[in-house]
């Protein structure tokens, strides 16, 4: 039998629903892979099994939080929060990295006077964001090795709320509207994507 790509069917059984569930529509996408593999080749049935892997992550989701209890509750917010404290180590250096390179170009990203934010900062700030985001990601599926795309995931689910919550309680002076749209969705898809490359380096492991 043909067996379906690892890393799409990886990241589905990472997303922590219980094997009653998981299983048998894994084994359904599996089957139907290799007829459609068969009959139209595998790179047209890995196509289709791509799209339905993506439509299916929110339903293995959903199927992770009816049958989740407190322990399991309790062990991916300790992933979630340690995950933050290593990140925060990055992000310290990625500012530090920031500002230094800044100064030696001779940019002001910030007037001692008025405190006027330099345009050049928010880029900074977007490519910084997307080198933590990811990599917290990678941390997060790190720690994780039984549901590392769940708790990648869950890393930015929390931070995307929480740097939501906090440019709508501050108001956000002199930030621009398109970063206030465009850092709650990158902090998502970076956390995400750091997860989805953490199992890929994963199953390539295995090889």
Do not use: K
Not at 155 to 163: C, N, R, S
Request: charged residues 15%.
């Amino acid at each position: 039998m043909t067996t379906p790509p690892r890393v799409p069917e990886a990241l589905l059984a990472s997303l922590g629903a219980p094997a009653d569930f998981r299983d048998p529509l894994l084994g359904d996408l599996a089957e139907e892979y290799a007829l459609r593999a068969d009959r139209d080749g595998a790179p047209s049935a890995t196509q289709w099994y791509v799209a339905q892997a993506i439509r299916s992550a929110p339903h293995l989701l959903r199927a992770w939080a009816r049958s989740a209890g407190w322990e399991e509750v309790r062990r991916v917010g300790g992933i979630v929060l340690l995950t933050y404290v290593l990140t925060a180590i990055v992000v310290l250096l990625l500012e530090l990295m920031a500002w230094s390179a800044a100064n030696a170009l001779g940019v002001t990203l910030r007037t001692p006077v008025q405190g006027q934010v330099h345009p050049l900062f928010w880029a900074l700030a977007i490519g910084a964001g997307v080198v933590c985001t990811v990599t917290a990601g990678v941390i997060a599926a790190w720690l994780d090795r039984e549901t590392p795309v769940l708790s990648a995931l869950a890393v930015g689910v929390v931070w995307a709320t929480l740097a939501s919550t906090s440019m709508l309680a501050t108001g956000a002076p002199g930030m621009p509207l398109w970063y206030r749209v465009c850092a709650p969705a990158m902090v998502l898809a970076g956390t995400v994507l750091g997860g989805t490359l953490r199992v890929r380096a994963m199953e390539r492991a295995r090889g």
